[in-house]
C-alpha cells in the first residue's frame, strides 16, 4: 500500500511499539501517569514554555487554546484557510461561543497586518472583542518567514492581542529554515505541535502555554471529553516521534520536490505554479486528464491520493520512498500516455 494521502497515514515503527509496550503508565485525569508528565515536561522546558498538555488530537488541542484565551462573545482573527476556520467543524463557535474573523491569506500563507489591523473591532457594544490572532505554520506546506513571525509578536503587542500558533506541522517549517523550533515557539502565547503526522506518532497533539492558560485547558479537555487514563502509551510513543523523526523530515521534503518535478515533467500535470517548500505537492491537472478515474484505478492497486476538481493533492512521509515515488509516477505516465 503506498497511501499519498496524508502525513497522517504514518504507522508507528518496531521501536515505537516496543517503547508503547514497556510505558510506565498510571491514571493522566489524576495526573498520575509518569510517561504523560515526563512528555509534557520536557516538552514545555524544549519549546520555551512554562506548561503543557497532552491531547487526544490537533483539532482538540486548538479548540482549548482558543476557548482558554477568549471567552464567550470574543474573536480571534485568522486566515481563511486556516485549520481553526476551516477544517475543525466550527468547533471554537459552537462549543465556545467565540467568533472567528477569517482573513484572507496572502500566497505565501501570511496574514497581511494592514487587513489584520483593519479587522480588529473597536471597544463598542456593538462588536465582538478581538482577543486573539491564530497563525499557521507550514500552511498549505508554505513555512512563514520568521520576520513574519516577529513581526506578529510586534503587531499583537501593539494591538493588546494574544498570539497563537497552530504548529501542527511546526517541525516541517523549522527543518525547512534549518532554524531550531524555538526561533518559531519564541513569539508565540501557545502553541499546538501534531505528534501524529510527519513525527510518525499513532495519536496525539500538544498544546503549549502558560502555567495558568494550561490549567485553564486540562479543564476544558476535560469537559469535551479528553480526560485519557493510561495515555503514557501513547505519550511515549509522542516523545519518541520529537527526539527521533524529526531530523528526517528533510527527507519528506526532498522526495516532495522529486515528486513534483517529476510529475511535472508528465504532460497534463502542472506543478510549476505551486512551488514546494517542505511535504505538500499541489499539481494542477488539464481538461483531458480524469484525475479521478485514475485515482479510482491506482486504489485498485494499492496506490492512494487524494484527487480533487481538476487537481490534486500528494503528501510524503516517513512510509514513502523515493522507489515508491518511481512507482506512482510510472504508473501515472501509463495511465494518461
Ligand atoms: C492536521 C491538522 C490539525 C488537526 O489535527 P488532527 O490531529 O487531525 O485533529 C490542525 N491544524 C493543522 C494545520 C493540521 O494540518
Request: a positive charge; aromatic letters at 12%; glycine letters at 14%.
Given at each position: 500500500m503506498l497511501d499519498f494521502r496524508s502525513d497522517t497515514v504514518t504507522k508507528p515503527c518496531n521501536r515505537m511499539r516496543k517503547l508503547m509496550a514497556e510505558a510506565p503508565v498510571g491514571d493522566d485525569v489524576y495526573q498520575d501517569d509518569p510517561s504523560v508528565n515526563d512528555l509534557e515536561a520536557w516538552a514545555a522546558d524544549r519549546h520555551g514554555f512554562e506548561a503543557a498538555l497532552f491531547t487526544a488530537s490537533g483539532t482538540q488541542a486548538n479548540l482549548l487554546a482558543i476557548l482558554s484565551h477568549c471567552e464567550r462573545g470574543d474573536e480571534y482573527l485568522c486566515g481563511q484557510q486556516a485549520h481553526n476556520y476551516k477544517?475543525?467543524?466550527?468547533g471554537a463557535a459552537v462549543l465556545g461561543s467565540v467568533q472567528p474573523q477569517p482573513i484572507e491569506n496572502d500566497k505565501n500563507g501570511t496574514l497581511p497586518f494592514d487587513k489584520l489591523a483593519a479587522a480588529i473591532k473597536p471597544e463598542d457594544l456593538h462588536f465582538a472583542r478581538t482577543k486573539l490572532l491564530s497563525l499557521e505554520n507550514t500552511i498549505g506546506g508554505k513555512v512563514l518567514p520568521l520576520e513574519y513571525l516577529a513581526k506578529a509578536r510586534q503587531f499583537v503587542d501593539q494591538h493588546n492581542l494574544l498570539l497563537h500558533l497552530d504548529g501542527a506541522r511546526a517541525y516541517n517549517a523549522a527543518v525547512e529554515l534549518r532554524v531550531d523550533i524555538t526561533e518559531i515557539?519564541?513569539?508565540?502565547d501557545s502553541m499546538t505541535i501534531c505528534?501524529?503526522?510527519?513525527?510518525?506518532?499513532?495519536v496525539g497533539s500538544l498544546l503549549l502555554g502558560d502555567t495558568a492558560f494550561i490549567a485553564r485547558a486540562r479543564r476544558l479537555r476535560k469537559m469535551v471529553g479528553?480526560?485519557?487514563?493510561?495515555?503514557g502509551i501513547l505519550a511515549v510513543a509522542g516523545k519518541m516521534a520529537l527526539t527521533?523523526?524529526?531530523?528526517?523530515l528533510a527527507e519528506d521534503h526532498s522526495n516532495a520536490r522529486y515528486l513534483s518535478e517529476q510529475l511535472g515533467a508528465?504532460?497534463?500535470?502542472?506543478?510549476?505554479?505551486?512551488?514546494?517548500?517542505?511535504?505538500l505537492v499541489y499539481a494542477d491537472v488539464a481538461d483531458h486528464i480524469d484525475i479521478k478515474a485514475i485515482a479510482n484505478q491506482l486504489k485498485e492497486e494499492g496506490i492512494l491520493f487524494s484527487p480533487a476538481h481538476k487537481c490534486m493533492r500528494l503528501v510524503t512521509h516517513k512510509d514513502i520512498s523515493r522507489e515508491d515515488i518511481d512507482t506512482f509516477l510510472q504508473r501515472v505516465e501509463s495511465l494518461v500516455g
Open positions: 477544517y475543525e467543524a466550527g515557539s519564541k513569539h508565540f505528534l501524529s503526522k510527519g513525527l510518525g506518532a499513532p479528553g480526560g485519557m487514563r493510561q495515555a527521533e523523526n524529526v531530523d528526517r508528465i504532460p497534463g500535470f502542472n506543478t510549476f505554479i505551486y512551488p514546494v517548500q517542505t511535504n
